[in-house]
């Protein structure tokens, strides 16, 4: 085989593993027509770390601009809801069901957030579970950085997923 054929032959694995690229290298958002339904699930998490003064403030619902907790479990639902909006080249899908859960962490000083999406649908849910991650703990921080301007938000990632071509997934306990 020549280096070029060899060239050729990479090229053509290369667009086969990158599905949102065409033939000329453009973006594209992937055909999903041919693919059956089924039942689709995600799990993501994240972190946003705080001082213990935010913290307290959170918990004790003294916070001036309201109900954190309340307000970012509805924006981080509402995210998942609109992450084609958000996302070049993901799909719109009708999720079935998305719970958003913000739990303080005493210990650590901070909120950790979970994000659950079911659907069944022709392509996955685990955009929709990390953006409602990352907006449900950008809005904590939102809400409270006139008290705290440190927050980090951290560790947002896949926890699980099912359903789909690659069936499932879980994130390796460590």
């Known amino acids: 085989m020549g280096v070029k054929s060899v060239l050729f032959r990479t090229a053509d694995l290369v667009n086969e593993m990158l599905t949102h690229i065409d033939e000329k290298g453009s973006a594209r958002m992937v055909d999903v027509g041919e693919k059956p339904v ?17 913290l307290d403030e959170i918990i004790n619902g003294t916070v001036p601009k309201g109900d954190v907790l309340a307000t970012a479990r509805i924006a981080g639902i509402m995210a998942a809801k609109r992450t084609s909006e958000l996302i070049p080249l993901c799909h719109t899908l009708m999720l079935s069901s ?4 913000l739990t303080p ?10 994000c659950s999406v079911s659907l069944s649908g022709k392509t996955g ?32 990632r896949l926890e699980e997923k099912d359903g789909g071509k690659t069936g499932h997934y879980e994130r390796n306990k460590k």
């Open 38 to 54: 089924t039942k689709r699930t995600a799990r993501a998490s994240g972190r946003i770390y705080m001082s213990r003064g935010a």
């Open 98 to 101: 998305v719970t958003v859960e």
């Open 105 to 114: 962490v005493d210990s650590e000083n901070c909120i950790y957030c979970e």
């Open 125 to 156: 849910a685990e955009m929709e579970a990390l953006t409602g991650v990352s907006v449900a703990l950008l809005t904590v921080y939102d809400m409270c950085k006139a008290i705290d301007r440190t927050m980090t938000v951290t560790d947002i």
